[in-house]
């Protein structure tokens, strides 16, 4: 009985995490969840309310899922035996919040069993269960884990939740399939009709709903194959574009708390899907709309994956500039161009929408400036638009500004610390930029050292564009037993 009054009592203090902590360091688990398993049906009770209260830290969580007791919350909420039922609920909270150790994944059988159970559960014990799952699917090594998930047909199970009353419920769904099609955008294409797209866009569109529910309502969105034309017909049909902008331009500022930092991530994701470089009408529809100024807004405001994203769309645009340029280009002028208008990059009367330059959106400084930051996820699609300044039609004069918004140095810093993709990207553009003789002059001695270090040590793939830079600096020669 003292077992249980002091059960009894934890369940109902209010405990500091590090008091949680202290006490699992103490031994106040173990304990518990032997009481929950061989104790009668009292003792069962006082232990789940003790331990829901403990599993909120993570370092009780990782405790509680080494314990074994996964297995037992499950076979409790796979149980039909009546005096058990008041025991679900403290139950599936409590796999709610021990999901969130990543030891859970070693559970192999854990996820589709919750899966399986969330048709047959109450709206209280469902969004513990979604919350659970989405935990789980949440880990960075969790791709195990969702496809387990998806072969046990959760996505097609988590549809109907779209049409759930309960809000919370709803949420968690749209987070879940979020979440399992992070690595499967083919699957949920294969699965969402328009019956549901209409249902998302509606979501989007309703003035009640939270950005909660409209965030994820977009983040399954964004998950989408850009390939998908029926989708973007659907989509473009239902003015989702006018939504979106509308919606960023409510919600961006510089102090950004998760939530609305995880919706503009969305947002920024689903336009990369209207700003594909093969579909100039729908490009022209985008700009028209008045995404790039939200794109490049994003470049200084917005997360590191938001800016990744944006970085993206403005890459597919500038793709097209160089073309759009001779389109527009006219035969003839009734009066002389406007000085205002000029790209000094494509030598041709440039403008936002109408040729999609990188120049007059005003878009280069912000995205030389995330390359000398400390993140470098954004890395790679800044350089895929940096490098459209640099075709081979326009690269003298896309040299020259990239190199007048400090490049040069940004992408120095790229080229020793980036990713290999993004080394590879940096080093290609840093070629273009040293053909030019004043350029070789001001950045010369300070790029020599390093590109020789990333000759004797970096990868073997660096070599032959770090060759012709050193031969555009004339040191090939003197140092050609690097190579």
Known sequence: MNKILMATAISKMFLSEQMKSSLGEDGAVEPLVEMFKSGNLEAKHSALGALRNLSSSLQNAELLVNSGITRSLLQLLCSVTSVLMTLREPASAILATIAQSDSILLQRDAAPQMLSLLNLSCPVIQLHLLRALNSIC???????????IRKNGGLQLLLPFLREKNVGIKIAALNLMFNLSKDASQELTEQIRETHLDILVKIIASPTPGNDEKAAAIAVLSNLPVTDKNVTKF?????????????????ISTSLAPQKMWLLEGIAGVFTRFTVPWDKKLQSLAVGHGVVPCLVKLLSEGSVKAKSKSATSLAQLSQNSVASCKTKSPRWLCVPPSAESYCIVHNCQCTVKSTFCLVKAGAVNPLVHILEGEEREADGAVLEALATLVQDEIWENGSNVIEKASGVHALLRVAEAGELTSQDKAIWILERIFRIEAHRERYGGIAQALLIDLAQKGDPVLKPMIGKILAHLELLQTQSSYF
């Open 235 to 251: 989509l473009t049909q239902a003015h989702l574009l006018p939504l979106l902008i509308s919606l960023l331009e409510a919600n």
């Open 138 to 148: 949440g880990h960075t090594n969790a791709k195990r884990a969702r496809a387990k």
